[in-house]
Nanobody, 124 residues
Framework: QVQLVESGGGLVQPGGSLRLSCAASGSIFSFNAMGWYRQAPGNERELVARITRGGFTDYADSVKGRFTISRDNAKNTVYLQMNSLKPEDTGIYYC??????????????????WGQGTQVTVSS
């Protein structure tokens, strides 16, 4: 059974930075894609960033240029570096993994595995 464990969340001031980590119980190379979602209070869960097995990355328009998704295959870990944080970035951040190709990754139901989430709060 695959397990994903997120860490690195916390409270930061606007303009600050955080790095989130997602540690997988198995090889992340076995997944077609891994991604980060976030869910703010009262909002739908939204895809923030994803990275494919081949190294392709993409981002939500709201975080483009500020967030970077990366991976360390040797450590079976995916990261989300978040810079220039804004209050609207506040939410619970979830790591997700998909075993096979999907036509769209914006739908949370497409993803096969989820972590428990880590809270990110951006406030002065």
């Amino acid at each position: 059974q695959v397990q994903l464990v997120e860490s690195g969340g916390g409270l930061v001031q606007p303009g600050g930075s955080l790095r989130l980590s997602c540690a997988a119980s198995g090889s992340i190379f076995s997944f077609n894609a891994m991604g980060w979602y976030r869910q703010a209070p009262g909002n739908e869960r939204e895809l923030v960033a994803r990275i494919t097995r081949g190294g392709f990355t993409d981002y939500a328009d709201s975080v483009k240029g500020r967030f970077t998704i990366s991976r360390d295959n040797a450590k079976n870990t995916v990261y989300l570096q978040m810079n220039s944080l804004k209050p609207e970035d506040t939410g619970i951040y979830y790591c997700a993994a998909d075993r096979s190709w999907a036509p769209s990754y914006t739908d949370p139901d497409v993803w096969d595995y989820w972590g428990q989430g880590t809270q990110v709060t951006v406030s002065s």
